[in-house]
Each structure stands twice: as C-alpha cells, then as structure tokens.
C-alpha cells in the first residue's frame, strides 16, 4: 500500500470516526505496513490483524480500541502510544519499543532472556503469555519451561521470569486491596 492510499484510508477512517458523510472505518488487516509512518495518527477501531508492521512508527499513535491480532510488531516503535482496550492477543512484538505505552495496565515483559534474547510479555489480566513460539497461560509455560532439556541457563532465566510475574502481579494485587 502506498503513502498516498495509506492516507486515504485513514481520512475516511477519520471522517467515520466523526460522523462524517463518506466515512468508512479502516480495515488494514493483512496489509504490508512495514516501516509506515503511523506516527500520532488516530488508528481508533482500527482493524490491524495478522498486519505487518515491522519498524512501523506508530509514535503517539492512538490505537484505542485496534484490533492487532496477529500482527507483527517486531522492531515497530509504540513510544506513548494509546492501547488502552487494544487486541494485542498473540501480537508478534519482539524487539518492540514499548515505553510509556499507555492503556496496557496488566502488559508485563522481560527482555534479552531465553535462547532468542527476545521480549516475553504476559498479558495479566486474561493471563496469556507471548514467549517466542510459545502461547498460551503462565502455567503451561511453567509446564514447557520444566520439561526443558537444551540448557539449565534459558531454563533457570524463565524460571525467573514466572516468578518476576508472578510477584509483581501479586503486589499490584495487594495494591489494588488498600
């Protein structure tokens, strides 16, 4: 997809967002976007799934509401981003730059563990982890991570990481409390 149809879509997304004559909601599922400048634009309700944005900038992108399904998010930059209610579910984001992304209150990750260096994320609140190859809930990465044989020194880091997530969800779980 072109820049020029890129914003197309994304007037029209704008203009159905406002309720606006000839608005038409945006749907980039499947679409090769990698290294589009997404920068700031306003991606509310957006459909994203199984989209390719590597090396996207997505910077202060609000994304509100987006369906990301699927999509590949390696290397993309999501620097305050808004994802408040985003569908990150089974995201590719390894490497992804994800400082002060705001609306991901239950989003925890670990970087540079494993055999890959890559980032482990785990979704809290619906408890699913994305860890390399791996989804599904903390405990059945515990299981994994238990049957592992290839080396003690990955075994021992996301044993670690479990535990890491496991305990900060327990403090915010005592925060929530008081």
């Known amino acids: 997809m072109s820049e020029e149809e890129l914003k197309a879509v994304l007037d029209k997304h704008?203009?159905?967002?406002?309720?606006?004559?000839?608005?038409?909601?945006?749907?980039?599922?499947?679409?090769?976007?990698?290294e589009a400048d997404l920068s700031y634009a306003d991606?509310?309700?957006?459909?994203?799934?199984?989209?390719?944005?590597?090396?996207?900038?997505?910077?202060?992108?609000?994304?509100?509401?987006?369906?990301?399904r699927g999509a590949d998010l390696y290397g993309a930059d999501l620097y305050g981003a808004n994802l408040h209610h985003a569908n990150l579910c089974w995201s590719r984001e390894n490497h992804t730059n994800l400082c002060v992304v705001k609306g991901i209150d239950g989003l925890i990750s670990v970087s540079f563990i494993g055999s890959?260096?890559?980032?482990?994320?785990?979704?809290?609140?619906?408890?699913?982890?994305?860890?390399?190859?791996?989804?599904?809930?903390?405990?059945?990465?515990r299981e994994k991570n238990a049957a592992r044989t290839d080396s003690e020194i990955w075994k021992a880091e996301y044993e670690a990481a479990i535990e890491f997530f496991e305990k900060i969800m327990a403090i915010r779980g005592s925060a929530k409390a008081i």
């Open 14 to 34: 704008k203009a159905w967002l406002n309720n606006e004559e000839g608005g038409v909601r945006a749907n980039l599922s499947c679409f090769d976007l990698r």
């Open 116 to 141: 890959r260096k890559g980032t482990t994320l785990y979704d809290a609140e619906r408890d699913l982890i994305r860890c390399g190859c791996f989804d599904g809930t903390l405990e059945q990465l």
């Open 43 to 68: 991606l509310r309700k957006v459909d994203l799934s199984e989209t390719d944005l590597r090396y996207a900038n997505l910077r202060y992108a609000n994304l509100r509401y987006a369906n990301l």
